[in-house]
């Protein structure tokens, strides 16, 4: 079956370093995006991506980074920059921005140890 | 700017009793409008969406929504809750051009009481 796949569940750091949180999809969407959850705030946008090799900054992109070598992948790295990184982060694709049929993954939590 | 309002933090409902869900949404044109619920830890499940068309739609559960273009309101009711309807509710819109992504409102948090 298609679908989302985030890995890992959960994840700890230590601060100031790096971690890579992985997004795979298998259903041939083009556009894939990065959502940050924290209670009261709702998900804010952190990168989107429309196609592969192009990304966009969402609203809270400071610290974190992106890459979309192949349709299938966006990974979110999430750097020593990003003051308060403890979060649940949710990936989500689409057939393409600005339409609709979005597919979301079971998301990420990240904890900062 | 272009946003998503939900007025209501937290929602307490007695089982058995209607539930209304408001959302409200500043934007230039009217958007696609989705409504989602998520339980504590999980990821998010689509409740119902409206693109067009008739203004009152229906969705998985027992939800339902009504458009109103007048009000900019979105907002979602079910006639009878149940104690598993207990859940985080977020509205959420897109516009329908190209370049733009899902944006959502805060979310109401829905406690059920027997």
């Known amino acids: 079956d298609g679908g989302i796949t985030q890995s890992p569940k959960y994840l700890f750091r230590k601060e100031g370093q790096n971690v890579t949180l992985s997004c795979e999809q298998n259903?041939?969407?083009?556009?894939m995006y990065w959502y940050r959850q924290d209670p009261g705030q709702g998900l804010r946008l952190i990168y989107y991506?429309?196609?592969?090799?192009?990304?966009q900054k969402g609203d809270i992109a400071e610290g974190y980074s992106v890459s979309r070598e192949k349709k299938e992948s966006f990974p979110l790295t999430v750097t020593s920059a990003q003051k308060n990184p403890t979060a649940f982060y949710l990936c989500?694709?689409?057939?393409?921005?600005?339409?609709?049929?979005?597919?979301f993954g079971s998301g990420t939590r990240l904890t900062v140890v | 700017a272009q946003s998503v309002t939900q007025p209501d933090i937290h929602i307490t409902v007695s089982e058995g009793a209607s539930l209304e869900l408001r959302c409200n949404y500043s934007?230039?044109?009217?958007?696609?409008l989705f409504w989602y619920v998520q339980s504590p830890g999980q990821g998010l499940q689509l409740l119902l969406k409206?693109?067009?068309?008739?203004?009152l739609v229906q969705g998985i559960k027992g939800f339902e929504a009504e458009f109103k273009r007048s009000q900019s309101s979105f907002n979602l009711r079910k006639p009878s809750v149940h104690w598993s309807d207990a859940a985080e509710y977020f509205c959420?819109?897109?516009?329908?051009?190209?370049?733009?992504?899902?944006?959502f409102g805060k979310g109401t948090t829905l406690s059920v009481s027997s």
């Open positions: 409206y693109f067009s068309g008739d203004t």
């Open positions: 991506s429309q196609i592969v090799n192009d990304f």
């Open positions: 259903l041939n969407h083009d556009a």
């Open positions: 989500a694709s689409s057939i393409y921005t600005g339409g609709y049929g979005y597919t």
């Open positions: 934007y230039g044109a009217t958007p696609y």
């Open positions: 959420a819109v897109v516009l329908n051009q190209a370049g733009t992504a899902l944006i």
